[in-house]
């Protein structure tokens, strides 16, 4: 089967090479993408000798193209990246760029018919319904990455069946268990340094905030066609059950695991098959010993309560949730916020936008750039949806 990975030189794009060069009889990558990482994409060429790579960044794909054996052909620019997509014969593209920038290429790859492994979520939060609506229409299909959604996939089976709730896991981040006076004065180092998951930066800022549970409330919404009310997020610190399923009858069926990003990357490329996962640990459940679990604290981490505030809304509101949050997140990690501004940005901004209905794309671009205009513009200080979460 032929892979072409989005955002290559990442966390998950990494994970989705060591998965590939596992089975290299039965898995071959054809095509990689990224931004600028012009070293971690060479090494990742001379690993997959790939036919093509695209670097986004134009200066970066140039000195790629100097560092690349003749067989893989380097193209650069966004363009590009949308024109390979649309030539490449049938693939799975794994869509893990990070952040709403990966729009573009996964409706590409929707609209393509190519099947969709879903790693980045913050296009299926801005763009659920149009996503949905491109993969019906090239007729491919759509296989979460995500753990917890992989999780909920594989409990609800195909075709899925009712349910009564989706329970969504979460490990709480590095800040489990803290109060508002002591998250005042964090630094992005110890915000960066999340228990369980090694992640991208903005992903495990997102863990720190719970803001990433809120986006993955939207994305099951999405994904499984769920109402928000049937959608629960529970916190679960040894990160074993990666989410579960109750059904009408209150029986519940979870997924369960050692935490290992390469499991649902893998499932996500073979289902319906399951294939060993070399590299990952197995778990042993006499050795975990004991699985807890407990209520998220919603005063201290107002992300889920933010992201359903904008899920029920609905039209642009979760399309600003989400670019309020990117440029709060890069604000944070550049020094120009503090850890609860990230969360006070997100309210405020959120609080002053008047939702519009979202058909087109262009509409969802105009609800994204405004919204980032008015989170770069934002100050700590004033605002009416200041700790106002309800
Ligand atoms: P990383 O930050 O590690 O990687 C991001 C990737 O996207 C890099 O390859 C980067 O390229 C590329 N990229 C960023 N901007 C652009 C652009 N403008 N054009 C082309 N490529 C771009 O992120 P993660 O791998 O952690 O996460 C990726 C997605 O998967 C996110 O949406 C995240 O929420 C989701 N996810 C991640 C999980 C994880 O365990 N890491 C778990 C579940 C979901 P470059 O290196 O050149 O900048
Ligand atoms: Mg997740």
Same mark, same amino acid.
Request: glycine share 10%; charged share 25%; aromatic share 4%.
């Given at each position: 089967?032929?892979?072409?990975?989005?955002?290559?030189?990442?966390?998950?794009?990494?994970?989705?090479?060591?998965v590939?060069?596992?089975?290299?009889d039965?898995?071959?990558?054809?095509g990689?993408?990224a931004?600028?990482?012009v070293?971690?994409?060479?090494?990742?060429v001379?690993?997959?000798a790939?036919?093509?790579v695209?670097?986004?960044?134009?200066?970066?794909?140039a000195?790629?193209?100097?560092?690349?054996?003749?067989?893989?052909?380097?193209?650069?620019?966004m363009?590009r990246?949308?024109?390979?997509?649309?030539?490449?014969?049938p693939?799975?593209v794994?869509?893990?760029?990070?952040?709403?920038?990966?729009?573009?290429p996964?409706?590409?790859?929707a609209e393509?018919?190519?099947?969709?492994?879903?790693?980045?979520?913050?296009?299926?939060?801005?763009?659920?319904?149009?996503?949905? #609506?491109?993969v019906?229409?090239?007729?491919?299909?759509? !296989?979460? @990455?995500?753990?917890?959604?992989?999780? $909920?996939?594989? =409990? *609800?089976?195909e075709?899925?069946r009712?349910?009564?709730?989706?329970?969504?896991?979460?490990?709480?981040?590095?800040?489990?268990?803290?109060?508002?006076?002591?998250?005042?004065?964090?630094e992005?180092?110890?915000?960066?340094?999340?228990?369980?998951?090694?992640?991208g930066?903005?992903?495990?800022?997102?863990?720190?905030?719970l803001?990433?549970?809120?986006?993955?409330?939207?994305?099951?919404?999405?994904l499984?066609?769920?109402?928000?009310?049937?959608?629960?997020?529970?916190?679960?610190?040894?990160?074993?059950?990666?989410?579960?399923? #109750?059904?009408?009858?209150?029986?519940?069926?979870a997924? !369960?695991? @050692?935490?290992?990003?390469?499991v649902? $990357?893998?499932l =996500? *490329?073979?289902?319906?098959?399951?294939w060993?996962?070399?590299?990952?640990?197995?778990?042993?459940?006499?050795?975990?010993?004991r699985?807890?679990?407990?209520?998220?604290d919603?005063?201290?981490?107002?992300?889920?309560?933010?992201?359903?505030?904008?899920?029920?809304?609905?039209?642009?509101?979760?399309?600003?949730?989400?670019?309020?949050?990117?440029?709060?997140?890069?604000?944070?990690?550049?020094?120009?916020?503090?850890?609860?501004?990230?969360?006070?940005?997100?309210?405020?901004?959120?609080?002053?936008?008047?939702?519009?209905?979202? #058909?087109?794309?262009?509409?969802?671009?105009a609800?994204?750039?405004d919204?980032?205009?008015?989170?770069?513009?934002?100050?700590?200080?004033g605002?009416?949806?200041?700790?106002r979460?309800?």
């Amino acid at each position: 089967m032929n892979v072409v990975v989005l955002g290559a030189t990442g966390s998950i794009g990494r994970q989705t090479a060591d998965v590939v060069a596992a089975h290299p009889d039965r898995l071959r990558v054809r095509g990689l993408v990224a931004h600028r990482d012009v070293d971690g994409m060479a090494a990742l060429v001379e690993r997959l000798a790939p036919a093509w790579v695209v670097l986004t960044d134009r200066d970066a794909a140039a000195r790629l193209q100097v560092r690349v054996p003749a067989g893989t052909v380097v193209d650069a620019g966004m363009d590009r990246v949308i024109a390979r997509i649309q030539d490449e014969p049938p693939a799975t593209v794994v869509a893990a760029m990070s952040g709403f920038v990966g729009l573009g290429p996964t409706l590409a790859a929707a609209e393509r018919g190519h099947r969709l492994g879903l790693a980045n979520k913050e296009t299926m939060v801005a763009a659920g319904g149009l996503i949905r #609506e491109a993969v019906r229409r090239g007729g491919g299909r759509l !296989l979460p @990455m995500d753990s917890e959604h992989s999780a $909920i996939f594989q =409990a *609800l089976g195909e075709p899925a069946r009712p349910f009564r709730r989706l329970i969504i896991t979460a490990t709480g981040g590095p800040f489990r268990g803290w109060d508002r006076a002591r998250l005042a004065h964090v630094e992005a180092a110890a915000a960066l340094n999340h228990p369980v998951w090694r992640m991208g930066r903005k992903n495990t800022i997102d863990s720190a905030t719970l803001m990433n549970k809120g986006l993955e409330v939207l994305e099951a919404h999405w994904l499984f066609d769920a109402p928000l009310d049937q959608i629960d997020v529970v916190v679960h610190p040894e990160a074993v059950v990666h989410s579960l399923v #109750e059904y009408p009858d209150g029986a519940m069926l979870a997924q !369960l695991g @050692m935490p290992d990003m390469r499991v649902p $990357i893998q499932l =996500a *490329l073979t289902w319906p098959e399951r294939w060993e996962v070399p590299q990952a640990p197995r778990l042993t459940l006499a050795a975990v010993g004991r699985l807890t679990f407990e209520e998220p604290d919603h005063d201290v981490f107002p992300g889920v309560a933010l992201a359903r505030r904008a899920g029920t809304v609905g039209g642009s509101a979760p399309v600003v949730l989400n670019a309020a949050n990117e440029v709060a997140v890069e604000r944070f990690l550049a020094g120009a916020l503090r850890f609860l501004d990230i969360s006070d940005l997100v309210a405020d901004v959120l609080a002053a936008h008047t939702a519009a209905p979202v #058909e087109r794309l262009d509409d969802i671009l105009a609800a994204d750039a405004d919204a980032r205009a008015a989170a770069r513009a934002w100050s700590p200080g004033g605002g009416e949806g200041r700790r106002r979460h309800g």
